[in-house]
């Protein structure tokens, strides 16, 4: 379960967060869709730990352990996974040893041996199998010189190999035609489980179809202003975020 | 009126004319190497040891670096060469090994049919005069003083022979090593003359905790045949605390020939690597790489001049630095193409990752082209790693610490991994590995 607790958060002087509050329950896909510059994808960033946030005030509890107060390897470690809206380049660390890297790293911080290389291999093989990545893009340096479907493609099968508690999917429809919007949907939908909830940030009601949610948040002013069902999401479509942006232009 | 300046000889300088004046009687060669001996202590006499008003040696002031000159190694013992016997032990294949500057044969193995071994006393002692060209560097890097110095007081070094056509598959290892327990300086040269359509890799490195303490004046000249295919690559990596290592590196192309270089320098020494580099031939490949890893007060200089004389060459000098705690690297690359070298490409790159505010880096690229249908280019970045990268790796369970290692051994390895020897690929990544290694521990 994802808790975030009254969450006041400001880039360079600039409010982003305001007293944000959202829970997420054990199994439970959520979708928060809201207009541009809401502060999405600062909640995203901030939940996995990146610098350049000034967290006032707040607590973002997975199962019940406080993720501000640690690292953004040991979030990791403890089950949280962010797949990047811009997964990044890393030139010269081949696919294969990154990924071998990061399994072993959290496996190591959970006091859990490594895997042997055989049995990683294999993992590896199942995993990039049912995302359609070819064997000789494991041997290239991670998303080096691929598309933009491959590096969201390459994010997902990280997470099937780590197996996190919860994910965060930050605008993941991104960049991606139809085919691979498709595939990376499936992936995602193939690892949900009665265990592990998912956070969907999105602009477009469709992804929304692929990966169909259970609740969905309306973002705005940085913090949730609308719940509902899947619905939501199909009426969001029709009248767009203009009510939502005049709610929080008469809030301010 | 002028004032006129009479530059006093520091310490090192006299110790060095005393040292050449003691020494020239007993140095090996015929009335021609004896010439060739004097006009070179001459030129070094003019011009004294470098300092920062020569441009190229700008930053590296040897003259004050450099307080002393070392009394010269004596020729290797019978006891030292046992003892190194043991430290060398069966490792190494194909291995020449030069002890103080002095080839040792008793040491050195048998190379494959093909391949001519003789010492350099000896192919000086003859002084042919087909030799004296190719031993003088072919005129590259003569108006440089230490390039001048090492002609003037060359002791010895290995003159190895490639015969046309021969495909020698296995690296022939140039091992250097010390004699003496005290610092001394040594003074070698060596020549590898490959013959046309031959193949062969030559490897440089050094045995022993420390590596050469004193002063080293080393020069390897390699002169490539038409259409032959050669492989170079070079480990300094075990330089001692306050050593001096000035390795002079020579290399003409002929024509249609491949050439690969790649350098690994890191140690706690000052190491100034010179680059002479010319494109006789036309349409010949040369690609120059090189890596230096320096943490502590470490000094790297890499300075380097390929002048592309032939048609159609493709030229690719590509340096890396990873500066840490207070270290400072050089380097200065100057592509030079004549008149007549057109459809050149040539292409210089250097890249620093500064760790910390205390490093420094100076970079010096130039071009100089007199022709007009070329394309060629240079460039040169310094910067610290990407925060953004490393956000991504910590975001999938790989804490900070390790996540810069896999960056910076990505970063230097990236240039080790071109050596067309996968076996030599593994050596200088194991080597880059365990340099990062010793920076996580600290």
Redo the contacts between chains.
């Keep these: 379960m994802l808790e975030v607790k009254n969450l006041n958060v400001s880039v360079a002087g600039r409010k982003i967060l305001n007293d944000f509050c959202l829970t997420v329950k054990d199994g439970e896909v959520a979708a928060i869709m809201g207009p541009n510059g809401t502060g999405k994808s600062t909640l995203s960033y901030v939940i996995a730990g990146k610098k350049d946030y000034e967290v006032h005030s707040g607590e973002v509890l997975l199962n019940g352990f406080n993720l501000l107060e640690v690292e953004p390897d040991v979030r990791a470690s403890k089950g949280l996974f962010l797949a990047f809206q811009y997964p990044l380049e890393i030139p010269g660390v081949a696919t294969m040893t990154f990924l071998k890297a990061a399994v072993n790293a959290q496996r190591k911080h959970r006091g859990e041996a490594e895997l042997s290389t055989p049995d990683f291999m294999k993992k590896v093989k199942v995993a990039s199998d049912k995302l359609g990545i070819k064997s000789d893009m494991m041997k290239r340096a991670l998303n080096v010189g691929f598309s933009g479907g491959e590096k969201k493609r390459m994010d997902i099968l990280q997470m099937a190999l780590l197996e996190p508690a919860f994910g965060i999917l930050d605008e993941t429809d991104s960049g991606l035609d139809i085919d691979a919007l498709r595939i990376v949907s499936e992936g995602v939908n193939s690892l949900r489980t009665e265990k592990r909830g998912f956070l969907v940030i999105t602009h477009y009601q469709r992804l929304l179809d692929y990966i169909v949610p259970d609740t969905v948040h309306v973002m705005s002013g940085g913090k949730i202003v609308r719940t509902g069902g899947k619905e939501l999401a199909l009426e969001l479509e029709k009248s767009g975020y203009a009510e939502y942006a005049t709610a929080e232009s008469a809030a301010a | 009126m002028s004032a006129q300046i009479i530059p006093s000889k520091t310490q090192a300088e006299t110790g060095l004319a005393d040292a050449y004046g003691a020494a020239k009687a007993k140095l090996p060669g015929n009335a021609e190497i004896v010439k060739l001996r004097e006009d070179a202590f001459s030129a070094f006499t003019e011009s004294g040891l470098p300092h920062r008003r020569i441009e190229s040696w700008h930053y590296t002031d040897l003259r004050t670096i450099m307080r002393e000159a070392l009394p010269v190694a004596p020729a290797p013992s019978a006891s030292a060469i046992e003892a190194l016997r043991k430290e060398i032990g069966t490792g190494l294949t194909q291995k020449l090994v030069l002890v103080d500057g002095v080839f040792v044969p008793e040491l050195s193995d048998t190379l494959p049919a093909g391949v001519t071994v003789r010492s350099l006393a000896s192919v000086l002692a003859e002084g042919k005069a087909d030799f004296i060209p190719l031993i003088s560097g072919m005129g590259l890097g003569s108006a440089d003083p230490i390039v001048a110095l090492n002609a003037a007081m060359m002791q010895d070094g290995v003159v190895i022979e490639v015969a046309p056509g021969a495909a020698i598959a296995d690296p022939i290892n140039l091992l250097y090593a010390t004699g003496t327990a005290t610092p001394t300086a040594c003074f070698s040269r060596s020549l590898v003359v490959v013959g046309q359509g031959a193949s062969v890799t030559v490897c440089e490195s050094s045995i022993g905790e420390g590596s050469r303490t004193g002063q080293t004046f080393g020069a390897l000249i390699f002169s490539v045949g038409d259409e032959a295919n050669v492989g170079h690559t070079l480990s300094l990596t075990k330089t001692a605390v306050g050593s001096v290592r000035l390795e002079t590196f020579i290399v003409e192309l002929g024509t249609k020939a491949k050439f690969d270089s790649f350098a690994l320098i890191a140690g706690s020494g000052l190491v100034r690597r010179q680059i002479f580099m010319r494109f006789a031939g036309d349409e010949s490949e040369g690609a120059v790489r090189g890596v230096s890893l320096l943490r502590g007060k470490e000094h790297a200089d890499t300075t380097l001049f390929a002048e592309h004389v032939g048609k159609s060459c493709i030229g690719r000098e590509t340096f890396r630095y990873i500066l840490d705690d207070e270290a400072t690297g050089i380097f200065q690359g100057k592509i030079r193409v004549a008149p007549g070298a057109q459809q050149t490409d040539g292409k210089m790159l250097s890249r620093a990752l500064l760790l910390t505010d205390m490093v420094a880096m100076n970079n010096k690229p130039e071009l100089e082209i007199f022709a007009d249908d070329v394309a060629c280019g240079h460039g040169a970045t310094c910067g610290g790693l ?4 490393i ?10 610490a ?2 810069e290692s ?2 910076l ?3 230097a ?2 240039l080790a991994d071109d050596i067309p020897h996968e076996s030599l690929v593994e050596v200088f990544r194991a080597e880059i590995a365990a340099w990062l290694a010793l920076r996580v521990k600290a």
């Design positions: 990407s925060e953004d990268q956000f991504y790796m910590q975001a999938r369970g790989i804490p900070y390790d996540a896999l960056l051994e990505a970063f390895a990236e």
